[in-house]
């Protein structure tokens, strides 16, 4: 995964929690990795930089999450990929998702032949 792609996926889980919470019937869309990302894009992104990014924005995120209702967390949305889906789903699932990542570099790191 790309430092783009986290960046990018900030912003559109941020618009789509205030879409959710905001239209009486949202619609969500699949996200798909742009042209660019898929040739390699991700090579030219200062990784510091990013990190900073991510990590300024992931507070701000937390911060907005802890502000949600009981009811605002149970908004549900129409998906494009999913049968059913809520906050509480796109969320979940943003964990998740990062918990592999987080796996599969503790995976790389533990291997006995890496440099």
């Known amino acids: 995964?790309?430092?783009r792609f986290i960046c990018r996926?900030?912003?559109l889980r941020f618009g789509r929690?205030?879409?959710i919470l905001t239209t009486p019937e949202p619609f969500i869309e699949v996200i798909e990795n742009s042209?660019?990302?898929?040739?390699g894009a991700m090579l030219d992104v200062d990784l510091d930089e990013s990190l900073e990014r991510y990590v300024r924005e992931r507070v701000s995120l937390v911060e907005r999450l802890k502000q949600l209702?009981?009811?605002?967390?149970?908004?549900?949305?129409?998906?494009?990929a999913?049968?059913?889906y809520s906050v509480f789903i796109m969320f979940r699932h943003l964990f998740?998702?990062?918990m592999l990542h987080a796996y599969r570099i503790e995976e790389?790191?533990?291997?006995n032949d890496w440099d």
């Open 96 to 98: 998740v998702h990062e």
């Open 108 to 111: 790389l790191l533990l291997k």
């Open 82 to 84: 999913f049968d059913h």
């Open 35 to 39: 042209a660019e990302d898929e040739a």
């Open 69 to 80: 209702s009981l009811e605002e967390w149970q908004k549900t949305a129409v998906h494009e």
């Open 9 to 11: 996926s900030r912003t």
């Open 17 to 19: 929690l205030e879409h």
């Open 1 to 3: 995964m790309s430092m």
